[in-house]
């Protein structure tokens, strides 16, 4: 069983809809979870971070994690075409290791 | 204020030959991490160094594979005796500390090809 697990889409959406990235992992130990956006051919930048169960939000991004279930969350309100991009979920417990999932391919479309 | 810097971006090598992949973490960061992305795959963990020292390499291939970090200098990923298989792109990052909530700022990435 894979660490992170993540649906690697393609996912395509209208400009101004709402989207839902989500990721499942199997490691309870895990207390720091991110969300990295990847635009082609370049790094991965990182977007948000969390370090508990809830929500926590920034401008059009919200980012929820949900221990119980193991299951955390990236929401994109009013997308724009500039968000299409790779969506990497990441996260790590007490090592120095991040664990990436294989990353939600978005478009969004003018 | 340069960020993490990674060379070459591209890298073609034949079947046996060596490949040698350089990163520069950030002004002021110490802690230094590789990862290998492969087509439809998530990024993996390879490699975690501090400056002259290996931290972590449970993720790096027994074989063929190396890496170091010198006092002066960047980064240095070794793959010996390549293989189409090592075909990937090949980020690294940097970090102020080691520590599991430190946010760890990328480079582009070396993208390596083996023919």
């Known amino acids: 069983q894979k660490e992170v697990e993540q649906d690697p889409g393609p996912l395509s959406v209208p400009e101004g809809a709402i989207v839902s990235l989500n990721c499942t992992y199997s490691n309870s130990a895990f207390q720091y979870f991110m969300w990295y956006r990847q635009y082609s051919r370049k790094g991965p930048e990182l977007l948000m971070y969390?370090?508990?169960?809830g929500n926590k939000e920034d401008g059009r991004f919200t980012a929820q994690v949900d221990k119980s279930s193991k299951y955390i969350s990236l929401f994109i309100r009013d997308s724009q075409p500039s968000d299409s991009a790779t969506y990497l979920c990441?996260?790590?417990?007490?090592?120095?290791?991040?664990?990436f999932g294989t990353g939600t391919s978005l478009t969004v479309i003018p | 204020n340069a960020g993490v810097m990674q060379n070459p971006r591209h890298l073609v090598r034949r079947r046996g030959q060596e490949a040698r992949l350089r990163c520069s973490p950030m002004k002021g960061h110490s802690h230094v991490y590789w990862y290998r992305q492969l087509p439809e795959e998530g990024l993996k963990f390879m490699v975690y160094?501090?400056?002259?020292?290996?931290?972590?390499e449970s993720g790096m291939p027994k074989e063929r594979f190396s890496a170091e970090f010198p006092k002066e200098g960047p980064s240095i990923l070794r793959i010996q005796q390549v293989v189409r298989g090592d075909s990937a792109a090949y980020f690294c990052?940097?970090?102020?500390?080691?520590?599991?909530?430190?946010?760890?700022?990328f480079g582009p990435g070396t993208r390596l090809t083996v023919l």
């Open positions: 990052a940097s970090s102020t500390t080691g520590a599991y909530y430190n946010e760890q700022f």
């Open positions: 160094l501090q400056k002259e020292n290996i931290i972590d």
């Open positions: 990441a996260m790590s417990g007490a090592g120095n290791q991040f664990y």
């Open positions: 969390t370090y508990s169960s």
